[in-house]
């Protein structure tokens, strides 16, 4: 039989099958000799042991369209980073690594900006203007109040969907309105730290509409890209129409002269809290960052 992977916890895969149910199943040992490891999200061939007890044994993993390491999953259609507008306040840098490292993994990503019903009109012009010329799409929701879930629910139709980001920012309370029940086990943001407590522990795919998953994860604080140092400009789509006319065919954007990407912020044409943050990120490339 054929399902999907959509949990797995402490060496059992919880297998979906269309019809049949949820099997909890064990994977053969030729895997681990083999040094693969099966990944939720992944499609897989599985021998039933106990059709009354949905139990089962996954024997094959069926070929992988893409997979990423965090969070740990594959066949991703898309991302949606989540971030607060307010409580807890927004972490632009860490957004950006966020979006580098998807960008870098090839996979479409979005930023959807929760708690919309705690900012001003003034507050969402002013990330609009941070983002506006990245290419990166982005929705402004409150899981309260209902703002924004509709647009966000044709987003994510017929579609794969990881959601990531930090703790604290409404990633649980967010698929509770999704799946239209208490699915995901949600808890106060500590007033101390402005982060989420007794949250996501670990990836799970969750079916909310025929063909359409969303993967939550574990929330993050820190996301080092370090790896990504010499590309990590091509993320940056804003410096496109730059690219190609600074002084130096090899400048970096950071400390060259006559660079059209600096001259560029000067004058406004791209935000300059991006190209702070790209700065940032560019120079600590090498020296990973906990926030």
């Known amino acids: 039989m054929t399902g999907k992977i959509v949990k797995g916890i402490a060496g059992f895969y919880y297998v979906n099958i269309d019809s049949e149910g949820t099997f909890e199943c064990n994977a053969k040992g030729a895997f681990r000799n083999e040094g693969t490891k099966p990944l939720v999200g992944d499609d897989v061939e599985m021998d039933v042991i106990d059709k009354d ?87 402004f929701i409150s899981t309260k109040t209902g703002e924004g879930m509709e647009e966000l629910r044709q987003n994510l139709y017929g579609k794969t969907t ?43 795919l969750l079916n909310i509409d025929r063909g359409t998953y969303i993967l939550d994860t574990p929330g993050f604080t820190s996301l080092d890209i370090f790896e990504f140092k010499d590309d990590v400009k091509y993320c940056y789509r804003e410096f496109e129409p730059y690219e190609g006319t600074c002084r130096f065919r090899t400048c970096m954007h950071i400390s060259e002269p006559g660079c059209a990407v600096k001259e560029a912020v000067e004058k406004g044409l791209i935000n300059r809290l991006r190209y702070e943050s790209y700065v940032r990120i560019y120079n600590e490339a090498k020296r990973p960052i906990n926030y």
């Open 53 to 139: 007890k949905l139990t089962g044994n996954v024997v094959r993993i069926l070929p992988r369209r893409n997979d990423l390491i965090r969070p740990a999953c594959a066949n991703v259609d898309q991302a949606i980073v989540i971030f607060a507008v307010k409580t807890p306040e927004p972490n632009l840098n860490l957004l950006d690594r966020f979006l580098i490292y998807m960008d870098k993994e090839e996979i479409p990503c979005s930023v959807c900006f929760n708690k919309a019903d705690l900012s001003t009109k003034d507050e969402e012009a002013l990330f609009r203007s941070v983002y506006e010329k990245s290419g990166i799409p982005f929705f």
């Open 162 to 204: 990881v959601l990531a980001g930090p703790s604290g920012v409404g990633k649980s309370s967010l698929i509770n309105v999704l799946c239209g029940e208490s699915t995901m086990e949600t808890g106060a943001v500590s007033r101390k730290t402005d982060r989420g407590k007794h949250t996501t522990r670990h990836v799970e």
